[in-house]
Structure formats: structure tokens, C-alpha cells
């Protein structure tokens, strides 16, 4: 049929060049046959322009949202739709109706399940599809199947006297630090170290450097005159010269992270200088000081800096292993947490065997600054 419409649509082609060869002139045709030629090219054009993904669009559907295996329950009445552990059941509801609206979609119903024992976690969801279809789907994550990079875990060691035996750096924390089979950050105050502290750090592997700069705290004395603290008196040429020689001794950081701070994070144009400087040498702003009371969120989009609130290890409220534990079940529920230790041989040997819980769970081991530049939708 299709080769019939072709030969019948060739003869009024070559109808419409007899007629035209009969009744213009030369010229007349030549330019009838080129503008014939460029319209039919055009045609051509907008019709390969207009193909559109053919995969059906429950399909695509499938792909985007990352469903391990569909079938339909004659139980549930429904298509059963798994998906891999390693996220919440909110979080592929929220996926999927960000799919459905954008491809011209409706969300009819989603409802998460409480009382699903057939799943880890659950949710019933109907929709239409563009074409107008009804969509009845259950939505299931498995118990034991992961997905890919479903979350993100980083890991930082904040370096105190704790790290030091004669004014260097512990030979076996260099070792076990050397034995982590991931990428990890320390965290370092610049000012006032060791003579040897620069060329022991220089042989530690696989890390990524971050300033651990002293801010206005309660907490600080006389133990801190020589590490430069940031304090609310200095102006913010001082507090610019501070963050600058900082960034000038470690010039590979990536980001400034508080030391004490609980104050410094509450006075406003002290952390716009703060703010400033950072954004000044592309270092991203890590607020550590755990005051409930901290202005950084409110500060940071008027600077347009690039801030994060994070809580580090408190021995005072949990054990490591707590802690840690706490932090893996924080990145599987999120999709990112950040774990902060102070380094010593005991915490290092605690995460020596993260790589294998985090493989297990789906999560992926990162640096601080790839923490900081990630956002889990």
C-alpha cells in the first residue's frame, strides 16, 4: 500500500514539472524546480525533526526511577514495580511524579504503606499517562537488593594534639590512614604547627586537605594566641589576611571548616567576612560548631556561598561505633551524611571496614567537598 501511495505521489510530481516545463520559461522553471527542491528538503527536515522517543512512555517510566523487576499481582490488582534499597519510598514517589508531570502526565493518588510485609517499604500510586491510560502501580523497595550510588558518606578526621608524639605526627596513624581503601579528608588548623607536621602530612595518601579555622567561642584561652582565631573585634581586612595565608600554607584546601565557633556563628558580619573570603578563593563553608542558634543558613544565600551544617563526633554523647552506625543509617535514609572524628589510631581503626558495610548498604564513600557540592533530591 505504502509503495502504491509513492508511485501514485511520483506521477503529480512529474504532472507538476510537465505542466510547469509547458507553460514557463526556461528560467522560470529553473527556479520552480530549486524552490520545489528546497521545500520538499525542508520537509524533510522537519519531519526528521518531529520523531519523537518511541519507548513506551511506562517504560521509560521504569528506567528513570530504576525498577529492578515489574509484575502484576492478581492479588494487589495492581503492577508491582521493585526497586533497589539504598532511599526512601518517599523519595521514588516524589521521582515519579516528577517523571509523570514532566512527560505531560497526572498524578491521581500515591499513598506510602505501613503494613506491607511483602516489602522493606511501599506505596500505592495511580496516574495517566499523556496518552490517557489509568496506571495502578505498587511500588515496592526490596530487602536485599541495592541500588548504585543510591547515597553518599564522607569521611573526615579533625587533627589535634591527640594526633602528635614528639611534634610529629604518629607513625601508626600515618600507617593506618595509608591502609584506607577510600578517599577521606583532614581537617587542619594552619597556624602554630610542628616543624615536621607539613612534611608528615606530606605522606599521607588518597586525602583531601580542609582549614579547620578557629572562630569566636567561649572556649577559647590563652592555649590559642598563636592560632590566628577569627574574632569578632577583627575587621574584615584582618579576617580576610587570616583566611588568605591559611589558603597560602594549604593551597591545595578545598573548604574551611569552623573550630569552636559557637559564637562566630551567630555574628552576622563576622561570618559575611568569613563568607566573603571564602567565596573569594572558590573554598566552600562547613559550620561544625553545633549551636542551634547559628546564622549560617540565613547568611550564606545572601553571600552566595556554598554552606553546609554538619555534626561532628561528640564523645560526650555516643561511642564511635555509635556514632558511626548513626551515620550510616542516616546516609541510607537521606541519601548523605558526613562522618567527623577527631584522629587518633582508635577512630581510624573503627572506619577501617566502612567500605564494606557502605558497599552493602548501596552508599558511596566520598570527599568532604564532593558532600559539599551535592545535593540528594
Not at 177 to 205: E, Q
Not at 210 to 236: C, F, G, P, Q
Amino acid at each position: 500500500m505504502k509503495n502504491a501511495k509513492h508511485i501514485i505521489a511520483i506521477f503529480i510530481v512529474l504532472g507538476v514539472l510537465a505542466t510547469a516545463a509547458y507553460l514557463l520559461p526556461k528560467s522560470d522553471i529553473d527556479s520552480f524546480i530549486s524552490e520545489k527542491m528546497a521545500n520538499d528538503s525542508a520537509a524533510e527536515v522537519a519531519d526528521t525533526n518531529s520523531v519523537q522517543d518511541t519507548t513506551p512512555f511506562i517504560d521509560r517510566m521504569k528506567a528513570d526511577i530504576g525498577v529492578i523487576q515489574a509484575q502484576f499481582s492478581r492479588r494487589k490488582k495492581r503492577d508491582v514495580w521493585t526497586l533497589g534499597n539504598g532511599t526512601t519510598i518517599i523519595r521514588y514517589l516524589l521521582q515519579a511524579k516528577r517523571f509523570i508531570d514532566k512527560n505531560n502526565g497526572k498524578v491521581l493518588y500515591m499513598e506510602e504503606l505501613f503494613n506491607d510485609n511483602d516489602a522493606f517499604q511501599s506505596a500505592n500510586l495511580d496516574a495517566l499517562s499523556p496518552d490517557g491510560d489509568t496506571l495502578r502501580i505498587n511500588l515496592q523497595i526490596s530487602r536485599n537488593i541495592f541500588r548504585d550510588n543510591a547515597s553518599y558518606l564522607s569521611v573526615s578526621f579533625q587533627i589535634t594534639g591527640e594526633a602528635f608524639q614528639q611534634k610529629r605526627i604518629m607513625p601508626e596513624i600515618i600507617a593506618a590512614l595509608n591502609s584506607l581503601d577510600y578517599p577521606y579528608d583532614l581537617l587542619i588548623t594552619p597556624f602554630d604547627m610542628p616543624k615536621g607536621f607539613y612534611p608528615d602530612l606530606d605522606k599521607i595518601k588518597n586525602k583531601e586537605l580542609v582549614l579547620w579555622l578557629l572562630m569566636e567561642s567561649n572556649s577559647l584561652d590563652s592555649r590559642h594566641k598563636n592560632m590566628r582565631a577569627i574574632r569578632s573585634y577583627l575587621t574584615e581586612d584582618q579576617i580576610s589576611e587570616i583566611i588568605t595565608d591559611a589558603k597560602t600554607l594549604v593551597p591545595s584546601a578545598n573548604g574551611i571548616a569552623t573550630r569552636f565557633a559557637d559564637k562566630a556563628v551567630e555574628h552576622k558580619p563576622l561570618l559575611q567576612a568569613v563568607l566573603n573570603a571564602a567565596k573569594a578563593h572558590q573554598l566552600w563553608f562547613a559550620d561544625l560548631s553545633g549551636n542551634s542558634k547559628s546564622k549560617v543558613s540565613d547568611v550564606c544565600p545572601e553571600v552566595g556561598m556554598n554552606c553546609k551544617i554538619i555534626t561532628p563526633y561528640n564523645p560526650s554523647n555516643s561511642s564511635i561505633d555509635d556514632f558511626v552506625h548513626k551515620k550510616l543509617r542516616g546516609a541510607a535514609r537521606s541519601g548523605m551524611a558526613a562522618i567527623i572524628l577527631p584522629l587518633t589510631l582508635e577512630s581510624v581503626q573503627k572506619v577501617k571496614t566502612l567500605k564494606e558495610k557502605t558497599t552493602a548498604q548501596g552508599t558511596t564513600l566520598i570527599n568532604l567537598s564532593t558532600f559539599m557540592n551535592t545535593n540528594k533530591e
